[in-house]
Each structure stands twice: as structure tokens, then as C-alpha cells.
């Protein structure tokens, strides 16, 4: 395979894809009210955070709803890694206000707050009874989402992550039940993201996308949407830190970031995931920053299991692999995922951001048990998560 093209070797397996209604575009954020008003909204949840309220965004949003005649009560009490209280707290808002749509403002942490929200007031249970796949039986009540990261993909993805701060770490939610109704993307709300978060939120969707490729579960439709984002991403990325006002640079990461999403939330993740998320859960990091610690040496332990698949991601990243034996394509991708994450400034090690060796066992114990796993090309066991997380120090 040296031209891009593909031959199947043997029929395709059964696969599904699932993907909200999407309208992207600048000035997209202003429909939530006509969304909500089509959904029949008597009364609306605004779910957002303290940071996407004093950016303006979670104000606009509340003017459209007050432009379609749609009343709402607000709930921003969401920390970055949004926790099982935050969403039993905001579902008993949902009940005491009589809501009956929800529209999240925010990223990720406030959309999967919202989703909490949601299932946890359409089933009747606590959130973390609801934990793992396919858990979910009864639909949350309609959700429209205006993304305002370039990353997490909440707005269109099958999954919701929640804090257990009891346990610290992170439940994972994976359910069909959890796909918003709509999602509104609206690069022009990206403008506002600091550069640390513009950096961590693009790399953590170039991880969805990379992780999303090589996943036991990807599919012809992941596939273009996989590398689609990583032609968008890996160029545009810094650029953005550069230039924070730049729309155009903004649009092609949240497409990018679109397009990934739609790849993960499909195929699913891999072992990158499974070990940020046991990382996050365990010191309250940045997700995104948890990744991109995590990327390089994930990647140097899958790539022999699906080295055609690591080409092409390094042929969306723009490098010439041609003639290139295995070892050294292994070096060349390594090397571009290094040179970016230098270039946005996301270069914390794990032992930089307070782990120690001691910490690593409990680590990858979580990490074991995370859904992300099953997906990764390379069967990993507690040893190996060992490792990488030695190796990522
Ligand atoms: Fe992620």
C-alpha cells in the first residue's frame, strides 16, 4: 500500500454508526432556542461552567432561548472534570425546575455533565449504577449541545466520562442513550480558549482520531472520518496558539475535532484513554494534557500490531514513509508526534505533574478495568500498562 488506496482482504464485519443532527458553521450557536422550541421545550436546562458563562457564550445561548420564548433555569456548578455530586445535583435542579430538554453551552466537561443529567432523570437512577456499555435503558430527554472546545467531542460522541472522587478515578458511560439530539458547531467559540486548553483540547481529538484508526472496532466510515481529522488537526493546531483569533485556523480543528469524534465515538478508543483516564481520575489533570503525556509511548508499544495502520495516520500527518522499513516508519511517526506536541507547548511528563513510581500499580489497576482497553490493537495486560506509565514518567 503506497498510494492511499486500500483493498479489502475479506468482507467487512457488521458495524454501526450513530451521529446526532449537526449544524457547523459560524453562528450556529444562535439556533439553539428554534432547536429547543422544535423539541416542544416547556421549560429548558442550560448546562454550563463559570469559565463558558464569563466568555459570553452561555449568555448568547440563553438569548436565543429567550428570542424562541423558551424559559430556562441555569446549572453551572461543574468543575473541569465534571463529578458524580455535580450530576446528582444538577438532575434534582432538572426535577425541582420541571425541565424537560436540556442544552449544554461548554466542553466536555459540561455536555457530559449533562448527559449525566439526563440519564440520570429519565432512569431514575444514581449515575454510577449506570457505568459501562450499554447500561442505559431509557433515553435521556432531548439534549442540544454548542461545543465550545476543540477536542472532547462530547456534543456527538456515545460516551460520557464522570469523576468518582471517591475512588478517584473516572466512570466511563457508553451508550447510544448518550448521543445528543443535536449538535450546534460553532467554531467562533473556540476564540476564547486560553492557549494551554486550545492545546490540550486539539491534541486530546488528534488522540481520538489516532486511537479511533488503529481500534479492533474501526470501519470503513470511521476510517475517512479518522483521517480526515488528522489532515485537519496536525497542520492547523498550532497555528491557533499563534493566532487565537484566527476563524479559519479555528474551524479546521473543530472540524477536525467534529470529524474524530464521529470516528471515536464509533470505533471507540484505545489504550490511550484507558490509562488518561485512570491518570485524571487519580490527580484531577487535564484530560487532554493526559493524553498527549500518554500518546508517544502508547504508540511505540502498538505499532508493530498495526504498523499499516500507523503509515497512513503518518501519511496524514504529511510524511513521506515511502521505501522506509518498519523500524524506521515507527521512528518517523514517533518523531512527528513529539515535534507537535512540543510545538503546542504540551510537555509535562507524568512524574513533572506530581506522579510517582509508587502511584504507578494503582494506576494501571484502573486502567485494566477501563472499557477503552478492549478496543486498543494490542492486547495489554497489568505489566505492560506498567510499563508505559514507567516510560511516560
Ligand atoms: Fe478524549
Known amino acids: 500500500m503506497t498510494d492511499g488506496s486500500f483493498t479489502p482482504s475479506a468482507p467487512p464485519e457488521l458495524r454501526k454508526f450513530v451521529a446526532p443532527e449537526v449544524v457547523v458553521g459560524v453562528g450556529s450557536r444562535r439556533l439553539a432556542g428554534r432547536y429547543a422550541k422544535n423539541f416542544g421545550a416547556v421549560r429548558a436546562l442550560l448546562v454550563t461552567d463559570p469559565g463558558v458563562i464569563a466568555a459570553g457564550w452561555a449568555g448568547e445561548v440563553g438569548r436565543s432561548l429567550d428570542e424562541a420564548s423558551v424559559p430556562y433555569a441555569l446549572f453551572s456548578g461543574i468543575s473541569p472534570n465534571p463529578r458524580v455530586g455535580e450530576v446528582t445535583a444538577g438532575a434534582e435542579h432538572y426535577r425541582m425546575q420541571d425541565c424537560d430538554v436540556i442544552v449544554a453551552v461548554g466542553g466536555g466537561s459540561a455536555i457530559d455533565c449533562a448527559k449525566g443529567i ?73 476564540t476564547t480558549m486560553d492557549p494551554y486548553l486550545t492545546a490540550c483540547t486539539g491534541m486530546d481529538a488528534l488522540v481520538h482520531a489516532v486511537e479511533a484508526f488503529v481500534s479492533n472496532a474501526h470501519s470503513p466510515l ?9 489532515r485537519l488537526i496536525h497542520p492547523n493546531l498550532a497555528g491557533c496558539l499563534r493566532d487565537p483569533a484566527d476563524v479559519a485556523l479555528r474551524s479546521a480543528v473543530m472540524l477536525g475535532s467534529l470529524e474524530a469524534g464521529l470516528a471515536f465515538s464509533n470505533a471507540s478508543l484505545g489504550a490511550v484513554h484507558a490509562m488518561a483516564h485512570s491518570l485524571g481520575g487519580y490527580l484531577d489533570l487535564p484530560h487532554g494534557e493526559c493524553n498527549t503525556m500518554l500518546l508517544r509511548h502508547v504508540t511505540a508499544f502498538n505499532f508493530e500490531s498495526a504498523a499499516e495502520r500507523y503509515e497512513r495516520i503518518g501519511q496524514a500527518m504529511a510524511l513521506d514513509l515511502r521505501g522506509m522499513r518498519t523500524s524506521d516508519k515507527q521512528r518517523a511517526v514517533l518523531g512527528a508526534i513529539e515535534a507537535l506536541r512540543a510545538e503546542v507547548g504540551v510537555t509535562a511528563t507524568l512524574a513533572s505533574r506530581g506522579v510517582r513510581g509508587g502511584d504507578i500499580p494503582d494506576l494501571a489497576e484502573q486502567a485494566l478495568h477501563d472499557a477503552c482497553l478492549v478496543t486498543n490493537p494490542r492486547q495489554a495486560d497489568r505489566r505492560d500498562l506498567e510499563v508505559i506509565y514507567g516510560e511516560a514518567l
Open 118 to 190: 439526563g440519564i440520570v432523570s429519565s432512569n431514575r437512577r444514581h449515575i454510577l449504577e449506570l457505568e459501562g456499555v450499554d447500561n442505559v435503558a431509557e433515553p435521556m430527554p432531548p439534549l442540544i449541545c454548542v461545543p465550545t472546545t476543540g477536542g472532547t467531542s462530547a456534543d456527538v460522541s456515545q460516551f460520557a466520562i464522570i469523576t468518582d472522587l471517591e475512588l478517584r478515578t473516572k466512570v466511563a458511560i457508553i451508550s447510544k442513550s448518550v448521543v445528543p439530539d443535536v449538535s450546534l458547531v460553532d467554531p467562533e467559540t473556540l
Open 222 to 230: 470511521t476510517d475517512v472520518h479518522a483521517l480526515e481529522a488528522i
